[in-house]
C-alpha cells in the first residue's frame, strides 16, 4: 500500500487553485447575470448559434480551447500584443492567462443555471412591476434577480467547482510553474507522472474532499430554488 505523503508544495498549488476558482467565478458572475438575461431576453435573429457558442465548451475538448487561447494570446497576435505593451509581460503562462482560459471554458457552468434560474421566476409577477410602473431593468433588480439567488449560487459554485478540475486549458496556457501556474490538477499529474503515488494521493484527496463539499452545496441550493419556484 503507498504511503501518503503531503509534501510541502500541496498547499501551494491548493491555494493558487482556489484562487483560480474564485477569481474566475466573481468575473463570471460579473458577466454571466447579464449575459444570460440577454440570451433569455433576446429577439435578435441567430440567438441560437450565440447560445451555442456560449455551450460549446461543454463538449469541446479543453486542449482545443487551449490551443486557440494560446494562439490568440501569442504576442505576435493583436490580443496578447496588446496586453504585452499594457502589462510587460505575455499573458500566456501568467495567471491573469490562466483566468482568462478558465472564464471562457467554465462560461456554460454558469450561464447555464442562471438562465434556468431566470426563467423560474413568473412571467405575471415581472408583468405586474410593469403595470406598477417599473421598468425592465427595475424589475429585474429588484424581483427576479433575488428570486434567483439560489440559482446564481448553483452556477457559480458549479463554475467553482469546474475551474477547480481544469486540467488542459491550465495545462496549455499556464504550463507548469511552481507557485505561478501549477495548480493542483496539473502537481496531481505531475506526482503520478513521477511515481510518486503518496504525493498524488494527497492532491487527489484534498480535491475529492473539497469538490464533495461543493456538490453537497449545490444540491442545498437547488432544492431550495426549486422551492422558491413551485411556491410562486
Same mark, same amino acid.
Given at each position: 500500500m503507498t504511503d501518503w505523503q503531503f509534501p510541502p508544495e500541496l498547499w501551494d498549488a491548493i491555494g493558487l487553485t482556489l484562487r483560480l476558482a474564485a477569481v474566475t467565478s466573481i468575473v463570471l458572475l460579473v458577466i454571466g447575470i447579464p449575459l444570460a438575461n440577454w440570451l433569455n431576453n433576446s429577439r435578435m435573429r441567430g440567438i441560437i448559434f450565440i447560445e451555442t457558442l456560449v455551450s460549446l465548451p461543454i463538449v469541446l475538448p479543453p486542449t482545443v480551447i487551449g490551443f486557440y487561447l494560446l494562439t490568440?494570446?501569442?504576442?505576435?497576435?493583436? @490580443?496578447?500584443?496588446?496586453?504585452?505593451?499594457?502589462?510587460?509581460h505575455p499573458l500566456p503562462f501568467s495567471f491573469a492567462g490562466l483566468v482568462a482560459g478558465s472564464v471562457l471554458y467554465s462560461l456554460p457552468f454558469a450561464?447555464?443555471?442562471?438562465?434556468?434560474?431566470? &426563467?423560474?421566476?413568473? &412571467?405575471?409577477? @415581472?408583468?405586474?412591476?410593469?403595470?406598477?410602473?417599473?421598468? &425592465?431593468?427595475?424589475?429585474?433588480?429588484s424581483i427576479v434577480l433575488p428570486l434567483s439567488k439560489h440559482g446564481i449560487l448553483t452556477g457559480v459554485s458549479l463554475s467553482f467547482a469546474h475551474?477547480?478540475?481544469e486540467f488542459g486549458v491550465v495545462l496549455m496556457l499556464?504550463? #507548469?510553474?511552481?507557485?505561478?501556474?501549477?495548480v493542483a490538477s496539473i502537481a496531481l499529474y505531475d506526482e503520478a507522472q513521477k511515481l510518486n503515488y503518496g504525493a498524488a494521493h494527497?492532491?487527489?484527496? @484534498?480535491?475529492?474532499?473539497?469538490?464533495?463539499?461543493?456538490? @453537497?452545496?449545490?444540491?442545498?441550493?437547488?432544492?431550495?430554488? #426549486?422551492?422558491?419556484?413551485?411556491?410562486n
Open positions: 490568440l494570446m501569442a504576442p505576435t497576435q493583436p @490580443v496578447g500584443a496588446a496586453w504585452l505593451k499594457a502589462f510587460g450561464v447555464q443555471p442562471f438562465q434556468a434560474a431566470f &426563467r423560474g421566476v413568473g &412571467r405575471e409577477m @415581472v408583468q405586474s412591476a410593469l403595470a406598477l410602473g417599473l421598468t &425592465r431593468r427595475q424589475a429585474f433588480w475551474t477547480m478540475g499556464g504550463g #507548469n510553474i511552481p507557485g505561478q501556474t501549477r494527497a492532491y487527489a484527496l @484534498v480535491l475529492l474532499a473539497i469538490s464533495f463539499a461543493i456538490l @453537497v452545496g449545490i444540491a442545498f441550493l437547488q432544492r431550495r430554488q #426549486n422551492a422558491i419556484l413551485l411556491s
